[in-house]
Nanobody
């Protein structure tokens, strides 16, 4: 059972990228899923989260209005569309899934909440 993140790369300031997170070995269609990111020397920070059916999304203030999280349960895949990228968005981006449909609301932004993790994909934004 694993998640596989892809789509990272090098992009200029103001550019766009779309990350994908594909699930293998089980369906994640009933699980709350998220994106986190980790810049060098920092902890793993919440970026965005999406409910099992896609009806509810949450974003970190730093990405609100620039990033869009979505999912396709038929494809067992989650996405993160990123636009207006800034150098401070440079990080390794990780996808994660909770074991449940509805994690505790106060814990959604904590990395320790999530049981399943992808391997990470590097996004580098040049100035």
């Amino acid at each position: 059972v694993q998640l596989q993140a892809s789509g990272g790369g090098l992009v200029q300031t103001g550019g766009s990228l779309t990350l994908s997170c594909a699930g293998f070995g089980r369906t994640f269609s009933n699980n709350y899923m998220t994106w986190f990111r980790q810049a060098p020397g920092n902890g793993r920070d919440f970026v965005a989260g999406i409910s099992w059916d896609g009806s509810n999304t949450r974003y970190a203030d730093s990405v609100k209005g620039r990033f869009t999280i979505s999912r396709d349960n038929v494809k067992n895949t989650m996405y993160l569309q990123m636009s207006g990228l800034k150098p401070e968005d440079t990080a390794v981006y990780y996808c994660a899934a909770d074991a449940s449909r509805r994690p505790i609301l106060s814990a959604i932004r904590l990395a320790s909440t999530y049981e399943y993790w992808g391997q990470g994909t590097l996004v580098t934004v040049s100035s």
